[in-house]
C-alpha cells in the first residue's frame, strides 16, 4: 500500500510535485528574461526613435522661442519659412498663429481644429497633400496671445513601433511555449532521477538491500547525491550483515551451554542419590551461567565503549605504571603456563584517554597471547612513543592467524580454525579495536613468524572532533 501510495503521490498532488515546481521556477525565469530581452529592444529601437523626435523637437523650439523675444513675430515667421525651405524630408511642422488663430507663418493651412491648446504635447492625424500622416507635435503660448506648433511626421516610426509589438507578441508567445516545453523537460529530468532514488528507496524498504541508485557518469551534483546514498546503503549492508552474524553467533555460541546447564540440572534432578550431587550438578550448571552472563556482560561493554558513553572520563596519563603493573601481572601466569613474558617498556608513555579501558585492551591481548602460546614459547610486550602515536605492541609464538581471517578476526564472536578448541567467546580483539576507535586509534594485526603480533595505536593528544569509528561496522573478534 505504501508503494501505490509513493507511485500516486505525484499524479494527484501535482502542484506539491518538486519536479512541478522546478519546471515552473525555470518556466518563470525564462519568461522574466524573455522580457527583459523584448524590453531592452523596445528601448533600444522605438523607444530610441521617440528619445531622438522629443529631442528634435524640444531644440526646434528653444530656438524659435529665442529668436521671438529677441525679433518678434517677423524674426520667427522668417525663421519658420527658412525651416520649411530647408526641410529636404518634408518630416517638419511649424506653424505661428495670431491671437486669432490666423495663420501667419508655417506649412499648414489653418490651425488644427482638433489639438488642444490646454496641453503642451499632443499626436494629431492630418492630411498632408492628400496623403494621411501621425505628426507628433508640441504646442506653445507665445507673449502677445500668439501661438505656435512644432512637430515631427511620426508615421515611419508608428508603423516600425507596430510592428515591433507583433514581432514581441510573437515572441512571446514562442517565449511561452519554449518555457513550458523547457519545463515539462527540466520536470522529466527531474523526476527521472528521483524516481530512481524513490525506486531504490522503495525496494531497500522492502527487504532488497542490493539495489543502488543509477551513477549517470556526468560527475554532477546528481551523481554526487547518487554516489552519497550509495555509500550510504554499503555501510548500511554491512552493518545488517553485522547484526546477522551477531545474531546467528550468539544464537550458536550461547546454545551449547544454556543446553548444557540444562541437561546437568535435569540429570540431577532424576539421578541425583544425595545432597552433595545436588550441589555439584548446581555448581556446574552455575559455571555454565556465568558464562553466559559473562559474554552478554562482554557485549554491553564493547556496546558501551562503542557509543561513546565513557568519553567524558578521558584525561592526561602516564601509562607506563600502568603497563608495568599489567607485565608483573601476567608474568606469573606465564611462568605457571611454562612461558617466558619479555617486557620493554619505556619510561615514559604519556597518554589521553580513559586508563581502565586503556588496561582492559592490553589485558585482553596478553590473554590471548598467554592462552595460544605453546608451553616454553616467549610473549613479547613493548610500548613506546613513535611520533605523537602511542604503540604498544603484544606478540606471542603460537599458531597465529591466518591472513585471510585476520580482517575477520575484530568481528563479535568470530573465531579460526586454531581458536575453536580453546575456551572463550571471541570477543576479546573485539574490546581491543572498540577501544582503539574510541581513543581515535586502532590495531594492527600482522604475522610475528611464527605466532601473531597485535600492536595498538593511539594518539598520545586529544584530537578535535574524536568519535568513534567502532559503529562503522559490528566487526568484533578472536578471543
Given at each position: 500500500m505504501s508503494q501505490a501510495?509513493?507511485?500516486?503521490?505525484?499524479?494527484?498532488?501535482?502542484?506539491?510535485?518538486?519536479?512541478?515546481?522546478?519546471?515552473?521556477?525555470?518556466?518563470?525565469?525564462?519568461?522574466?528574461?524573455?522580457?527583459?530581452?523584448?524590453?531592452f529592444l523596445w528601448w533600444s529601437t522605438a523607444g530610441l526613435l521617440e528619445r531622438q523626435t522629443v529631442a528634435a523637437i524640444d531644440s526646434d523650439s528653444e530656438a524659435l522661442i529665442g529668436q521671438f523675444l529677441q525679433g518678434g513675430p517677423k524674426a520667427v515667421m522668417v525663421a519658420i519659412k527658412d525651416r520649411v525651405a530647408g526641410?529636404?524630408?518634408?518630416?517638419?511642422?511649424?506653424?505661428?498663429?495670431?491671437?486669432?488663430?490666423?495663420?501667419?507663418?508655417?506649412?499648414?493651412n489653418a490651425w488644427p481644429p482638433r489639438m488642444p491648446v490646454d496641453e503642451d504635447w499632443g499626436k494629431l492625424k492630418l492630411d498632408r497633400a492628400g496623403v494621411p500622416t501621425l505628426m507628433?507635435?508640441?504646442?506653445?503660448?507665445?507673449?502677445?496671445?500668439?501661438?505656435?506648433?512644432?512637430?515631427?511626421?511620426?508615421?515611419?516610426?508608428?508603423?516600425?513601433?507596430?510592428?515591433?509589438?507583433?514581432?514581441?507578441?510573437?515572441?512571446?508567445?514562442?517565449?511561452v511555449i519554449l518555457g513550458s516545453v523547457g519545463a515539462w523537460a527540466v520536470r522529466g529530468l527531474f523526476r527521472a532521477t528521483i524516481?530512481?532514488?524513490?525506486?531504490?528507496?522503495?525496494?531497500?524498504?522492502?527487504?532488497?538491500?542490493?539495489?543502488?541508485?543509477?551513477?549517470?557518469?556526468?560527475?554532477?551534483?546528481?551523481?554526487?547525491?547518487?554516489?552519497?546514498?550509495?555509500?550510504?546503503?554499503?555501510?548500511?549492508?554491512?552493518?545488517?550483515?553485522?547484526?546477522?552474524?551477531?545474531?546467528?553467533?550468539?544464537?550458536?555460541?550461547l546454545r551449547t551451554p544454556i543446553t548444557r546447564a540444562r541437561t546437568r540440572l535435569e540429570d540431577a534432578y532424576q539421578h541425583a542419590t544425595g545432597e552433595a550431587e545436588l550441589r555439584a550438578a548446581v555448581e556446574r550448571a552455575m559455571a555454565d551461567l556465568d558464562g553466559i552472563v559473562g559474554v552478554f556482560q562482554a557485549l554491553l561493554r564493547i556496546s558501551e565503549i562503542e557509543a561513546g558513553a565513557r568519553?567524558?572520563?578521558?584525561?592526561?596519563?602516564?601509562?607506563?605504571?600502568?603497563?608495568?603493573?599489567?607485565?608483573?601481572?601476567?608474568?606469573?601466569?606465564?611462568?605457571?603456563?611454562?612461558?617466558?613474558?619479555?617486557?620493554?617498556?619505556?619510561d615514559t608513555l604519556p597518554a589521553f584517554g580513559d586508563r581502565d579501558m586503556i588496561q582492559q585492551a592490553v589485558a585482553n591481548l596478553l590473554d590471548n597471547a598467554i592462552k595460544f602460546?605453546?608451553?616454553?614459547?616467549?610473549?613479547?610486550?613493548?610500548?613506546?612513543?613513535?611520533?605523537?602515536?602511542?604503540?604498544?605492541?603484544?606478540?606471542?609464538?603460537?599458531?597465529?592467524?591466518?591472513?585471510?581471517?585476520?580482517?575477520?578476526?575484530?568481528?563479535?564472536?568470530?573465531?579460526?580454525?586454531?581458536?575453536?578448541?580453546?575456551?572463550?567467546?571471541?570477543?576479546?580483539?573485539?574490546l581491543v579495536q572498540a577501544v582503539a576507535h574510541l581513543h581515535g586509534g586502532e590495531i594492527e594485526l600482522s604475522d610475528?613468524?611464527?605466532?601473531?603480533?597485535?600492536?595498538?595505536?593511539?594518539?598520545?593528544?586529544?584530537?578535535?572532533?574524536?568519535?568513534?569509528?567502532?559503529?562503522?561496522?559490528?566487526?568484533?573478534?578472536?578471543?
Open positions: 501510495t509513493a507511485v500516486s503521490r505525484p499524479q494527484g498532488h501535482l502542484l506539491k510535485s518538486a519536479g512541478v515546481r522546478f519546471g515552473v521556477i525555470y518556466a518563470a525565469l525564462f519568461g522574466i528574461s524573455a522580457a527583459a530581452l523584448a524590453a526641410n529636404i524630408n518634408d518630416d517638419a511642422l511649424y506653424l505661428l498663429v495670431d491671437p486669432g488663430f490666423q495663420v501667419m507663418e508655417g506649412n499648414l507628433q507635435v508640441h504646442y506653445f503660448e507665445l507673449p502677445g496671445g500668439f501661438h505656435m506648433l512644432v512637430g515631427r511626421d511620426i508615421a515611419v516610426r508608428s508603423r516600425l513601433g507596430l510592428m515591433m509589438e507583433g514581432a514581441l507578441l510573437w515572441a512571446a508567445a514562442i517565449a524516481s530512481d532514488v524513490s525506486a531504490t528507496a522503495m525496494a531497500i524498504s522492502a527487504g532488497d538491500l542490493s539495489r543502488r541508485v543509477r551513477v549517470q557518469g556526468q560527475d554532477d551534483e546528481f551523481d554526487l547525491l547518487a554516489e552519497t546514498i550509495n555509500d550510504m546503503l554499503e555501510r548500511i549492508s554491512r552493518l545488517m550483515d553485522g547484526v546477522r552474524q551477531v545474531s546467528n553467533a550468539i544464537a550458536h555460541d568519553r567524558s572520563a578521558f584525561a592526561p596519563l602516564e601509562l607506563a605504571p600502568v603497563l608495568t603493573d599489567l607485565v608483573e601481572l601476567y608474568d606469573a601466569a606465564a611462568e605457571e603456563a611454562g612461558m617466558t613474558l619479555d617486557a620493554s617498556i619505556a602460546s605453546p608451553t616454553g614459547g616467549v610473549i613479547t610486550v613493548a610500548a613506546g612513543i613513535e611520533g605523537s602515536t602511542l604503540r604498544i605492541v603484544v606478540a606471542d609464538q603460537g599458531a597465529g592467524i591466518p591472513e585471510p581471517d585476520r580482517l575477520r578476526a575484530t568481528e563479535r564472536f568470530f573465531r579460526g580454525e586454531a581458536a575453536r578448541s580453546t575456551p572463550g567467546s571471541g570477543l576479546g580483539l573485539a610475528a613468524g611464527p605466532g601473531l603480533r597485535a600492536c595498538l595505536l593511539m594518539p598520545i593528544k586529544p584530537q578535535d572532533g574524536l568519535r568513534s569509528r567502532a559503529s562503522d561496522s559490528l566487526r568484533i573478534g578472536r578471543d
